[in-house]
C-alpha cells in the first residue's frame, strides 16, 4: 500500500471508530454490568447445584442416586422422554412439511395453535388432563355411565382398572403437551425459508416422495431438527408443573426426576435432593452445548451454499 | 391474491399434503384442542354466580395481584439488563464471550424444579447471597422479593435472544449517517437504535411476562406459598386440585388461560411488527 492511501484511509478510520462505538470506560462499565447480572443468576446457581450435591461427600451423592426411589425415578423420565420426544418430532416434520411447502387457508392460525402449549401454565397443562381422563372428567363419567355407547370399551376399561390420572400414562400425555410446539416451532421457519424448489426440483427429475424427503429435505433441515429434538428432551426430562399434577407423586411408582428432587426438598435432605438435581443441571449443561455446536455447524453450512 | 389462486390450482408437485396436515390436525386436535376445551366444558357445571364468587375470592385476587405485579417487574427488570447482555455480546468482544452466550439459555435448559430449589436456597437465611442479604434486613426466602428474583431467573433469555438477532442485524450506516449529521453517541442510541429495537425489546417484555404469569416450579419453593401473601395463581389452583375441587381449580384456570390467550395474540402482532421492521432495513 503506498503510503499516500494509508494517510488518506487512517483519519477516516478514526472518525469511524469514534461515531458508531462507544468510549472505552463506557464499554468496561456495560460489560461488567452485564457480566455481573449473568453471574449472579446464571453461574452462582449452577455453581450452587454442584456443590452442594456434592457437600457430603461423592460417597452420599452415589448412593442417593442409587436409592430404589432415585432408580424407578429415573427410569420413568426416560420412559416419558422416549415417547414424548418421537411422537413431537414426527408432529413437528409431518407440520412443517404441509405448512412450509404448501398454501392453504388458516395457516396462521393453525400456527397460532401450535403454539398455545406454550402459552398455557404448567400447572393448567396438568389440570386439563385431569379433567379428561380422571375421576371427575370425561373418562370417569363414561365408566359410571348408564348407556355408554360402547359398552364393552366400558366394560374392559373398567375390568383392566384403566387409570390414565395418578399413574404413568397421564405422566407421558402431559409431557406430551408441554413439549408440543418445540420441533414444530423449530422447524417451520427454517423449511419456510428454504422454500420449495429443491424438493420440486427433485420430484421433476423422478425422485419419490420419500426419496424427496430423505435425500433433499432432511439434509437441509437437520440441524435444525437436531436443535429441536434436544429441546424438546431437556424439557421432558425436566417437566415438573405438569407432572406433579398428574402423578399423584407415589414414590418409587409415580415419580419422576424432578418430582423426587421435590420429595427429597420437602423431607430435609437438601444434599439429596441436589445430589438428583446435578444429573439434571448437567443434561442442561449437555444440551446447551449441542446447542452451540449445531448453531456453529448451521453457520458452517450457512457459508458452503 | 389472483396469483396464489392461480399457484394453488396448479398441480402440485409435491406429494403428501393431505397425509401431514391431516395428521398435524388430528395430533393437535388430541393433544392440545380436545384437552383444553374440557376447561370450558367443566366451568359449565359452576353456575355464573359461583363462577364469579370463586375467581374473586380473596385469596385468588391477592395471588392476581402478586403473579401480574412480580411478573411485570421482573419482565421490566429484564428489558434493561437483557437490552444491555445482548448488546455486549453482540458489540463488544471480551474473555469468555462465546460462553456467556451459551449460558444465556440456562435458564430454558435448566428444569423448573432445579432452578426453584437452587434460588431458595442460595437466597436463604443461611445461603450464599441470603447471608449477605440478612445484615442488610433484606429477606428474599418466602417473600415477594423472591418470587420476583425467581421470575427474573427464567425470563432473562426471553429478551436477550428476541434483542440480539435485530441488533447483529442492524445497519451500521444508519449510525455513521446520524454521527456525522452530528448527533453524539447518546442521541443516536436514543434517537436511531433504540426506535428500531422497540418492536423486539415490547417482543420480548412480553414473551417474558406471559412466560412468568403461569410459572410454577423455579416459584414455589423460594416463595414459601403463604396465603394472601406469597401465593401465586398456580399455586391457587394447586392447591383447589389437592382438596379435589376441581369447579375452583378450573374457574381460576380459565381466567388464566384467557389472559394467556390475550397475551399470545399480542406477541404475534408484536412479532409482525418486529418483522415488519426487519425487513423494511434489509430494504
Not at chain 1, 370399551?153 to 384403566?162: A, C, E, I, P, S
Request: include cysteine; aromatic fraction near 14%; glycine fraction near 6%.
Amino acid at each position: 500500500m503506498t503510503p499516500a492511501v494509508t494517510t488518506f484511509h487512517t483519519p477516516h478510520h478514526v472518525v469511524h471508530r469514534h461515531t458508531t462505538s462507544e468510549p472505552p470506560f463506557v464499554r468496561r462499565a456495560l460489560i461488567g454490568v452485564a457480566l455481573v447480572f449473568l453471574s449472579l443468576f446464571l453461574f452462582l446457581p449452577l455453581v450452587f447445584v454442584f456443590t452442594q450435591a456434592f457437600a457430603k461427600g461423592i460417597g452420599f451423592y452415589f448412593e442417593t442416586l442409587r436409592d430404589p426411589n432415585a432408580w424407578s425415578a429415573i427410569k420413568l423420565t426416560l420412559l416419558a422422554a422416549a415417547i414424548a420426544v418421537p411422537l413431537n418430532c414426527v408432529f413437528g416434520v409431518c407440520a412443517a412439511w404441509a405448512i412450509a411447502k404448501f398454501d392453504f387457508p388458516g395457516k396462521n392460525i393453525l400456527l397460532t395453535l401450535i403454539d398455545l402449549p406454550f402459552s398455557v401454565s404448567p400447572v393448567i397443562a396438568g389440570l386439563i388432563y385431569v379433567l379428561v381422563f380422571g375421576a371427575q372428567g370425561w373418562l370417569g363419567l363414561y365408566l359410571n355411565a348408564d348407556n355408554p355407547h360402547f359398552p364393552w370399551l366400558q366394560n374392559w376399561l373398567n375390568d383392566h382398572n384403566f387409570k390414565i390420572i395418578f399413574a404413568v400414562p397421564g405422566i407421558v400425555l402431559a409431557t406430551i403437551f408441554v413439549t408440543f410446539p418445540f420441533v414444530a416451532r423449530e422447524l417451520i421457519p427454517l423449511m419456510q425459508a428454504q422454500g420449495r424448489s429443491e424438493e420440486e426440483a427433485a420430484r421433476v427429475l423422478g425422485a419419490s416422495g420419500w426419496q424427496t424427503f430423505w435425500r433433499v429435505t432432511l439434509p437441509n433441515i437437520k440441524w435444525g431438527l437436531i436443535y429441536g429434538v434436544i429441546l424438546c428432551n431437556a424439557r421432558a426430562m425436566g417437566e415438573f408443573g405438569a407432572v406433579s399434577v398428574v402423578s399423584g407423586k407415589i414414590r418409587g411408582q409415580t415419580n419422576t426426576i424432578p418430582l423426587h428432587i421435590e420429595a427429597l426438598y420437602d423431607d430435609y435432605n437438601f444434599t439429596g435432593a441436589f445430589a438428583v438435581a446435578s444429573l439434571l443441571a448437567f443434561l442442561a449443561l449437555i444440551t446447551l452445548g449441542i446447542k452451540t455446536w449445531v448453531e456453529h455447524q448451521q453457520a458452517k453450512q450457512e457459508i458452503s451454499k | 391474491m389472483a396469483k396464489s389462486v392461480s399457484r394453488s390450482k396448479r398441480i402440485r408437485v409435491l406429494p403428501g399434503f393431505k397425509l401431514t396436515l391431516g395428521f398435524t390436525l388430528f395430533y393437535l386436535g388430541l393433544i392440545v384442542l380436545i384437552p383444553l376445551a374440557a376447561v370450558f366444558w367443566k366451568t359449565t357445571t359452576l353456575t355464573w354466580p359461583q363462577f364469579w364468587q370463586t375467581i374473586t375470592m380473596p385469596t385468588a385476587m391477592a395471588s392476581y395481584r402478586l403473579t401480574f405485579g412480580a411478573s411485570f417487574l421482573a419482565a421490566l427488570v429484564n428489558v434493561v439488563f437483557g437490552l444491555i447482555v445482548a448488546w455486549v455480546l453482540v458489540r463488544y468482544e471480551f474473555f469468555g464471550k462465546k460462553i456467556v452466550n451459551a449460558l444465556v439459555d440456562l435458564p430454558f435448559a435448566l428444569p423448573t424444579a432445579v432452578a426453584g430449589i437452587t434460588l431458595a436456597a442460595l437466597y436463604s437465611k443461611t445461603g450464599w447471597i441470603g447471608q449477605l442479604l440478612e445484615p442488610l434486613g433484606i429477606k428474599a426466602a418466602n417473600t415477594q422479593l423472591g418470587i420476583f428474583i425467581a421470575l427474573t431467573f427464567i425470563g432473562l433469555p426471553f429478551i436477550v435472544r428476541t434483542v440480539q438477532p435485530i441488533l447483529e442485524d442492524l445497519d451500521p450506516e444508519l449510525e455513521e449517517a446520524a454521527s456525522s449529521l452530528g448527533a453524539n453517541r447518546w442521541q443516536v442510541f436514543w434517537r436511531v437504535i433504540l426506535p428500531m429495537l422497540t418492536p423486539a425489546l415490547l417482543t420480548g417484555f412480553a414473551l417474558a411476562f406471559a412466560r412468568a404469569l403461569g410459572e410454577y416450579g423455579s416459584v414455589i419453593f423460594i416463595a414459601g406459598n403463604i396465603p394472601m401473601k406469597t401465593q401465586i395463581t398456580p399455586v391457587i389452583i394447586m392447591g383447589e386440585l389437592d382438596m379435589f375441587d376441581y369447579g375452583k381449580a378450573t374457574a381460576i384456570a380459565v381466567v388464566m388461560l384467557v389472559v394467556s390467550f390475550v397475551l399470545l395474540l399480542t406477541i404475534n402482532v408484536l412479532q409482525w411488527w418486529t418483522n415488519r421492521y426487519n425487513t423494511n432495513n434489509l430494504a
